[in-house]
């Protein structure tokens, strides 16, 4: 079994800037997983934010493009979204993924709200 535990979210002004990080445990290579970060917000549907893969290649929305950066430590079963120039849109549940061949597995999401 995998777990996966998202933590770092929280309120913050437009402009402003968080730091997400995705914990994995359980019976994983994490290094061996694409991980990625998603988000959901209301009346949207979970739309793609970043993937990076084990060996650290990455891959961003348009929408983030140029304010987020995804990276991974593939020692510490860690990966991490850092988003800065937040803005009012970005607002949106947050969550880890991994994934490979046919095994995807999801974190509990963590709340960002991007208001004044």
């Known amino acids: 079994q995998v777990q996966l535990v998202e933590s770092g979210g929280g309120l913050v002004q437009p402009g402003g800037s968080l730091r997400l990080s995705c914990a994995a445990s359980?019976?994983?290579?994490?290094?061996?997983?694409?991980a990625g970060w998603y988000r959901h917000a209301p009346g949207s549907q979970r739309e793609l934010v970043a993937t990076?893969?084990?060996?650290?290649?990455?891959n961003y929305a348009d929408s983030v493009k140029g304010r987020f950066i995804i990276s991974r430590d593939n020692a510490k079963n860690m990966m991490y979204l850092q988003m800065d120039s937040l803005k009012p849109e970005d607002t949106a549940v947050y969550y880890c993924?991994?994934?490979?061949?046919?095994?995807?597995?999801w974190g509990q999401g963590t709340q960002v709200t991007v208001s004044s």
């Open positions: 359980g019976s994983i290579i994490f290094g061996a997983y694409t």
């Open positions: 990076i893969t084990g060996g650290g290649s990455s």
């Open positions: 993924n991994v994934q490979r061949l046919r095994n995807s597995y």
